[in-house]
């Protein structure tokens, strides 16, 4: 019965809900200043940092690192293309999951890992260093994040 109220808001993204699983480490200093701005402006959002080694071994260690309750995430070039405002309608409800992304070493992401996501997204048909795809990441996370709350980042 429709009882011409409007439905309930769907649950915005949740930080503290999300962890970015990535492969080695950030050396750039630029790097980790841009990360640092994103992670203080995502409070409660997890980067789990794993070891450079080959691809097996890097998605091995994914796989490992993923808890059973989370949704995986894989980053990589095959992955669907959204446009920023679609990641935020994509992510839209999903304030009550547990989210993992993942981002593979220099060689991408091991077969293992792209199987076992629930789905792929590539950040760009531009390939980026893995370090620069963590903080590209990390600003979509919360451009979109910005765009389900209204906030004023995001300009159409």
Not at 10 to 16: G, T
Request: aromatic letters at 4%.
């Amino acid at each position: 019965m429709d009882d011409g109220s409007d439905p309930a808001p769907q649950p915005v993204l949740n930080p503290s809900r999300i962890r970015v699983i990535a492969v080695g480490k950030v050396r750039k200093r630029w790097i980790q200043d841009g990360l640092a701005v994103y992670l203080k402006r995502l409070p409660g959002l997890v980067v789990s940092q794993l070891r450079d080694a080959d691809r097996a071994r890097e998605g091995q260690a994914i796989l490992t690192e993923l808890r059973p309750e989370e949704r995986l995430v894989a980053l990589c070039e095959e992955g669907e293309l959204l446009s920023s405002q679609a990641l935020a309608q994509r992510l839209q409800g999903t304030g009550s999951e547990r989210l993992a992304f993942a981002i593979g070493g220099a060689d991408g992401l091991d077969q293992a890992v792209k199987a076992r996501a629930s789905w792929s997204l590539s950040l760009s048909p531009l390939t980026f260093p893995h370090e620069l795809a963590r903080l590209l990441l990390l600003e979509q996370l919360y451009r979109a994040h910005s765009i389900q709350q209204g906030g004023a980042y995001h300009r159409s």
